[in-house]
């Protein structure tokens, strides 16, 4: 098993520009989430699902958007980049019973300039 | 005031030592709590779950103080593998208990 894998590992953009992040898990688990976090900080809950179809705003959804069309995938859209959004952006799975099932993708970490 | 709390450290401490994290949290509410380890550039992973009646997992002790909403993580005879940041996890009682709230964490470096 991979687990939780994410794409691009690093990436620029420039103010303005739209990217799609990419989260993959391959532990068919319900449950996924997207964190952000900055330097010194915790991570903060950006969206989650529960669910293929199902989708939830997390304490910082603004400048966001996710889908969920399948179980095993749950991309992250940035539709205008700002400074505000360069951050580590981590993505995570879990089964539904439990959250010591929680698992981590190795993160993207993302530049605006 | 920031819902989950940590001392920032760094702590530095030599092989050998027993070394302690504290945390707060706000919310009265949480009912669910975790000590994360977070290595450098890395993804977090659970080191444990916070029980109410404390629990043990080998050289790691964690205890939960709900009245003083207070969390704390014993780490006993520190290795050199052990220098991370550690986060204090609270689970929000919101977004149908799937809102994690981290601390900032605390840096322990562990020195030969």
């Known amino acids: 098993n991979a687990g939780v894998t994410q794409t691009p590992k690093f990436r620029i953009l420039k103010i303005g520009q739209s990217m799609t992040l990419q989260c993959t898990q391959d532990m068919n688990h319900n449950y996924m989430y997207w964190y952000r976090q900055d330097p010194g900080m915790g991570l903060k809950l950006i969206y989650y699902?529960?669910?293929?179809?199902?989708?939830d705003k997390g304490e910082v959804p603004n400048g966001y958007n996710v889908s969920r069309s399948t179980t095993e995938d749950f991309p992250l859209r940035l539709e205008l980049a700002a400074p505000s959004q360069t951050s580590v952006y981590f993505c995570a799975s879990r089964w539904r019973g439990g959250w010591e099932t929680q698992y981590f993708g190795p993160g993207t970490r993302l530049l605006v300039l | 005031r920031k819902e989950v709390e940590q001392d920032p450290g760094p702590f530095n401490v030599p092989e050998g030592a027993t070394v302690a994290f504290n945390c707060t949290y706000s919310?009265?509410?949480?009912?669910?709590f975790f000590w994360y380890r977070q290595d450098c550039r890395k993804e977090p992973k659970l080191l444990m779950s916070v029980y109410s009646s404390g629990n043990e997992d080998g050289r790691f002790t964690a205890q939960l103080n709900r009245a003083s909403q207070y969390i704390s993580l014993l780490i006993r005879d520190s290795k050199l593998s052990d220098s991370a940041t550690y986060l204090c996890v609270v689970l929000h009682p919101g977004r149908n208990n799937n809102d994690m709230r981290f601390g900032a964490g605390t840096r322990l470096t562990v020195k030969p």
């Open positions: 699902s529960v669910g293929a179809g199902i989708t």
């Open positions: 919310n009265s509410a949480s009912q669910s």
